[in-house]
């Protein structure tokens, strides 16, 4: 099926003046295909059909917005990252009395629990909160369970491996019907809510600000509207984490900032 | 049409590969005029690891500038862009690329078909598209997706690639426009002004 630009216009308003969701500052040609690949799966004859169905029934909204917005993530994905934080952001933060971290769009909270078990094994948890927010209730539910598939668990246990951890990665999980529970003690320390990164503002002061593989998802306005709001919401030399082929050479925060050596990890200097 | 008005229509040349695509490329690139009028953009499938040695690698065969990509890159003349490991590629109507971690398609990621269509939708005519040597079914709807927005597309000659079926599966499927050895791609690309 081919759906002309204007017609992805129309239906980005409908979507912001009904619902009140504004997508139309993400990335266009990314959504185009999330839309075309939607009308595939639920089987929209045409384009006009989708409309309809998104004007006239607030539950079918959910789908849509769950199956446009892209919930693709796992456990310590690019392990090197993860080995960063480990050997040079974690000392620093375990210098602090308190150390608050804002997990920006964390989807399913794979890495939200990646950074509960580096915290956890170096003594921080306990005096740690983790904040997880998406604009997405439905995927902000199974951050909450903790519950990820048992298949899974090979490819995050190398990722944990490959990202200098020694423990057994299965001691972090139970097994049970197919399904691995993450330990109950990982996620007491998580605070969930929705936040919504083209319209909501500031809500705390963070040490460490994670958003990998979000930005990639707006458009230039909307990627500076975000990157504005982390500088707002870090603490004098707090850390940004993008993903791994995220920058802030396009934003005018980056005169404020300092890239570490290899990683995307950005320090604010002022 | 003549051929030379299809030639000159041409402004960016996407081209896919799997595996045995590697071996074309360094033959191809050490004979690439460098000063090159269009922009190459490159998909291949490649480990997951993100590992930005290709680029480097590639720098070493050709003079013409080659960089991985990263998020909201300009699409520039005169320069070979290389689609980064374990993301998809798009391409923006305001000539920006995009990256995207969604769903592997065609059990790949980078995907040659989506990559194909974004540059279809954007470029239409100005778009060249060529699909190398692989063992993939990937390719095929990006390359009639292509056709289909008046671009040209082309499939490497099958008897001159290591791995002949994915070319082979986009013949099989589509009228490919060219279907060229790895001297005449090389020749093709030096011929667009």
Redesign the interface.
Same mark, same amino acid.
């Given at each position: 099926m081919t759906i002309e630009d204007e017609e992805i216009d129309l239906l980005l308003n409908d979507v912001f003046e009904m619902y009140g969701y504004d997508f139309t500052s993400y990335s266009r040609a990314s959504l185009k295909r999330r839309i075309i690949r939607l009308c595939a799966l639920d089987k929209f004859p045409s384009f006009a059909e989708l409309r309809y169905r998104i004007r006239s029934e607030e539950d079918y909204l959910k789908r849509f917005v769950e199956e446009i917005t892209v919930n693709v993530t796992e456990m310590f994905r690019d392990p090197s990252f993860y080995k960063v934080l480990r050997t040079d952001i974690l000392p620093i933060l375990g210098t602090k009395p308190f150390i608050r971290i804002w997990h920006a769009g964390c989807s399913t909270g794979e890495e939200v629990f990646s950074m509960a078990i580096l915290l956890q094994e170096a003594n921080l948890l306990k005096k740690s909160l983790l904040y997880a927010t998406d604009l997405n209730p439905s995927v902000l539910e199974k951050v909450r369970k903790g519950i990820f598939p048992l298949t899974q668990m090979k490819q995050y246990s190398e990722n944990y491996i490959a990202s200098g951890g020694i423990k057994d990665f299965s001691t972090y999980y139970t097994a049970n019907y197919g399904q691995a529970k993450l330990n109950q003690e990982l996620s007491e320390k998580i605070i969930i809510s929705t936040h919504n990164l083209v319209s909501d503002g500031s809500f705390n002061e963070f040490d460490l600000i994670l958003c990998r593989n979000v930005l990639i998802y707006f458009d230039k306005d909307l990627q500076e509207r975000a990157l504005k709001l982390f500088d707002e919401s870090l603490g004098a030399l707090g850390f940004l984490a993008l993903g791994s082929k995220e920058t802030l050479k396009f934003s005018t925060i980056q005169s404020r900032f300092r890239q570490l050596d290899k990683e995307k990890i950005w320090k604010k200097m002022m | 049409m003549e051929e030379d008005d299809v030639k000159n229509k041409v402004k960016v040349v996407v081209i896919g590969g799997s595996a045995g695509s590697l071996t074309v490329l360094f033959e191809v690139f050490p004979t690439l005029l460098p000063d090159l009028k269009v922009a190459i953009i490159l998909v291949l499938h490649r480990k997951n690891s993100?590992d930005s040695s290709l680029s480097a690698l590639f720098s070493t065969k050709t003079l013409i500038p080659t960089k991985e #990509?990263?998020?909201?890159d300009p699409v520039l003349p005169g320069n070979i862009y290389l689609a980064?490991a374990d993301?998809?590629l798009?391409?923006?109507?305001n000539l920006?690329f995009?990256?995207?971690?969604?769903?592997k398609i065609n059990f790949s990621r980078p995907s040659l078909d #989506?990559t194909f269509?974004?540059a279809a939708? #954007?470029f239409g005519p100005a778009l060249a598209a060529v699909l190398l040597s692989g063992a993939n079914e990937d390719g095929t709807q990006g390359l009639i997706a292509v056709k289909n927005s008046g671009g040209l597309t082309i499939a490497q000659k099958p008897e001159s690639a290591q791995m002949p079926f994915m070319p082979q599966h986009a013949i099989a499927n589509m009228q490919v426009d060219k279907i060229l050895d790895i001297k005449e791609i090389a020749d093709f690309i030096n011929s667009l002004h």
């Open positions: - | 993100a #990509v990263e998020d909201k980064p993301y998809h798009l391409i923006e109507k920006t995009s990256l995207d971690y969604s769903e #989506v269509e974004s939708d #954007v």
